[in-house]
C-alpha cells in the first residue's frame, strides 16, 4: 500500500469516527448511516494497519459505530412507546397552530407545583434574637495576637518529673545494659527470652529495644540453635565500634507478645 | 382519639414539610418524610392527598432514576421526590396570577413537545427555529434560558436539551402530546 493510499484510508477512518461522533453528539437520525457500509470499509482497510495509531484509529472507529448501533436500538425503542408521535407531523401542527392554542392546549397537561416561601411571626422573632446575640464582624473575625510569656528557666529534675528527658543518657543505659549481658551470660551466651522478659512487659519491650542497639552497634550477637530452636545472645567482650556506630547491617524480626510474656513469668509474677 | 390526635400532628408535619421550601429544588425526598413521619409515611401522604384532592390539589411522586411503576417498592419511595401540585387543570385567568405571559408558556410547550418527540432531547437550535416560528428573534435564547434556570430544561455540553426535573413533576407528557395532535386547523 503506498504512503498516498495509506493518508487516505487514515482519512477514510477519521471521517468514519466524526460522523459517528457527530450524529451523537447532535442527537440527530442513528439511521442515516449505513452500518454495512461502514463496516466493510472498516473491514477492507483492517490488514493494511501497521503502526499503533492507525490500529488505535480502527479501535476507535469500531467503537464508535458500536455507539451509532446502541443509538439506532434506542430510536426503535423509543418510537415503540405509547409517548412516540411523528415529529413532521407534531412540527407542522406546532407551526400552524396561534400561541395561544398551544398554551391553552399546554394547560390541560401542566399541573404546577405548590410551594410557599412564609416568613411566619415566629421566625420573625426567633431570627430578631438570633441578630441581638450575634457579635459585630469585627470581633467575630478578630485577628488572635500572639501571646507573649516572659522566659523563664526549667530545672532539669522537672523535667525529668514531666518525662520530656529521661533520667538517665540513652548511652547510659545501654551501657548499663551490656554490663548485664556479660554478668548474665556467664556460659557466653544467654536465652533471647530469658534475657528481655522483664517483671513488666513495657520493661520487657523497652529491653528489646535497647539489646537491639546493641546487636547494631556490635556490643552482643544474636545465635540461633536449631537443636533447640531457640534464639540465644551473645556479648562481644571487645567490641569494634562505639556505642553510637552501625555494626550488625542485617534485620532480625523477633516478635514479643504479651501472651508469651505471661506465659513466660507465670510462677514468677503475679498478673 | 389518641390516634386520630397522633395523625393529625403526622398530617401537619408532612404538610409543612411539602409546601415550604426547604432546599434550592422544592418538594422532599421520600428518606426525608420518612426521617419526620416514620416509616409508614406513604400512608400519611395517601391520607394528606384525600385531604388536599377537593382543594385541587394532589402529592406527585417523581423519580430522578426513570418512571416509577405503578406500585414503588419503599425503597424506590424512600429515593423518589414528592411535591405538592395542581391536581386539575389551570384556565388561563389562574395562570395569570402564576406570573407566567401566555406566550411564555406556548413557548414552553413547543420546546417540551418537540423534545419528547424527538425521544427525550433535541439539539438547542431546532428547538429554536422552532420557535423564531412565532416569537421575536430577542426573546428566543432568553425564554430558553429561562425555562432551563426554572428546572424545565437542561442543556448538556453539545448544546442538546433534555426535559429537566420540573417538566417531569408538572407535565403529563402524554396529555400533552395528544391534546397537540387533536389541535385542528
Known amino acids: 500500500m503506498s504512503s498516498r493510499d495509506r493518508k487516505k484510508a487514515v482519512e477514510h477512518l477519521q471521517g468514519i469516527i466524526d460522523l459517528c461522533n457527530s450524529i451523537e453528539a447532535k442527537g440527530r437520525d442513528p439511521f442515516t448511516v449505513d452500518v454495512d457500509e461502514v463496516i466493510s470499509a472498516i473491514k477492507k482497510h483492517l490488514g493494511d494497519w501497521k503502526s499503533f495509531e492507525e490500529l488505535c484509529l480502527d479501535a476507535e472507529a469500531v467503537d464508535g459505530l458500536s455507539s451509532l448501533i446502541k443509538l439506532q436500538s434506542d430510536w426503535i425503542k423509543d418510537r415503540s412507546t405509547s409517548l412516540y408521535r411523528d415529529p413532521f407531523l407534531l412540527g407542522g401542527i406546532i407551526k400552524k397552530a396561534p400561541n395561544e392554542k398551544i398554551a391553552e392546549v399546554f394547560l390541560k397537561a401542566w399541573h404546577p407545583i405548590v410551594e410557599l416561601e412564609q416568613m411566619s411571626a415566629e421566625m420573625l422573632l426567633l431570627a430578631m434574637q438570633y441578630w441581638k446575640g450575634l457579635l459585630p464582624i469585627d470581633e467575630r473575625w478578630k485577628k488572635q495576637e500572639n501571646v507573649s510569656t516572659p522566659i523563664g528557666f526549667i530545672s532539669?529534675?522537672?523535667?525529668?518529673?514531666?518525662?520530656?528527658?529521661?533520667?538517665?543518657?540513652?548511652?547510659?543505659?545501654?551501657?548499663?545494659?551490656?554490663?548485664?549481658?556479660?554478668?548474665?551470660?556467664?556460659?557466653?551466651?544467654?536465652?533471647?527470652?530469658?534475657?528481655?522478659?522483664?517483671?513488666?512487659?513495657?520493661?520487657?519491650?523497652?529491653?528489646?529495644?535497647?539489646?537491639?542497639?546493641?546487636?547494631?552497634?556490635?556490643?552482643?550477637?544474636?545465635?540461633?540453635?536449631?537443636?533447640?530452636?531457640?534464639?540465644?545472645?551473645?556479648?562481644?567482650?571487645?567490641?569494634?565500634?562505639?556505642?553510637?556506630?552501625?555494626?550488625?547491617?542485617?534485620?532480625?524480626?523477633?516478635?514479643?507478645?504479651?501472651d508469651d510474656w505471661r506465659k513466660s513469668r507465670k510462677g514468677v509474677i503475679k498478673n | 382519639m389518641k390516634r386520630k390526635i397522633f395523625y393529625v400532628g403526622k398530617l401537619k408535619n408532612a404538610a409543612h414539610l411539602l409546601f415550604y421550601k426547604h432546599h434550592i429544588k422544592p418538594g422532599v425526598k421520600g428518606w426525608e418524610l420518612k426521617k419526620s413521619l416514620g416509616p409508614d409515611y406513604p400512608k400519611i401522604v395517601e391520607l394528606l392527598n384525600n385531604y388536599l384532592s377537593p382543594l385541587n390539589m394532589e402529592v406527585k411522586t417523581v423519580s430522578e432514576e426513570g418512571e416509577l411503576p405503578e406500585k414503588p417498592t419503599l425503597d424506590q419511595l424512600d429515593k423518589a421526590?414528592?411535591?405538592?401540585?395542581?391536581?386539575?387543570?389551570?384556565?388561563?385567568?389562574?395562570?395569570k396570577a402564576t406570573g407566567w405571559r401566555i406566550d411564555d408558556i406556548s413557548g414552553l410547550a413547543v420546546a417540551v413537545s418537540h423534545i419528547i418527540s424527538q425521544g427525550g432531547k433535541a439539539p438547542r437550535e431546532e428547538v429554536e427555529k422552532l420557535l423564531r416560528e412565532k416569537l421575536p428573534e430577542w426573546r428566543i435564547s432568553q425564554s430558553i434560558d429561562r425555562y432551563i434556570r426554572g428546572g424545565y430544561l437542561i442543556e448538556d455540553e453539545n448544546g442538546l436539551l433534555y426535559l429537566d426535573w420540573r417538566s417531569k413533576a408538572e407535565i403529563n407528557q402524554k396529555t400533552l402530546i395528544d391534546s397537540l395532535l387533536e389541535i385542528k386547523d
Open chain 1, 156 to 258: 532539669r529534675e522537672e523535667l525529668v518529673r514531666n518525662k520530656i528527658i529521661s533520667e538517665k543518657t540513652f548511652n547510659t543505659e545501654l551501657n548499663e545494659l551490656w554490663n548485664e549481658l556479660k554478668q548474665d551470660a556467664e556460659s557466653g551466651e544467654i536465652r533471647y527470652q530469658d534475657f528481655i522478659y522483664a517483671d513488666t512487659f513495657i520493661e520487657t519491650i523497652k529491653r528489646a529495644y535497647l539489646t537491639s542497639f546493641l546487636i547494631t552497634y556490635g556490643y552482643a550477637t544474636l545465635k540461633f540453635h536449631e537443636s533447640e530452636n531457640e534464639i540465644y545472645i551473645q556479648p562481644i567482650k571487645a567490641p569494634k565500634g562505639k556505642l553510637d556506630s552501625k555494626i550488625q547491617s542485617i534485620s532480625i524480626p523477633i516478635s514479643i507478645s504479651m
Open chain 2, 81 to 95: 421526590r414528592f411535591y405538592v401540585t395542581i391536581k386539575g387543570n389551570l384556565d388561563q385567568k389562574e395562570v
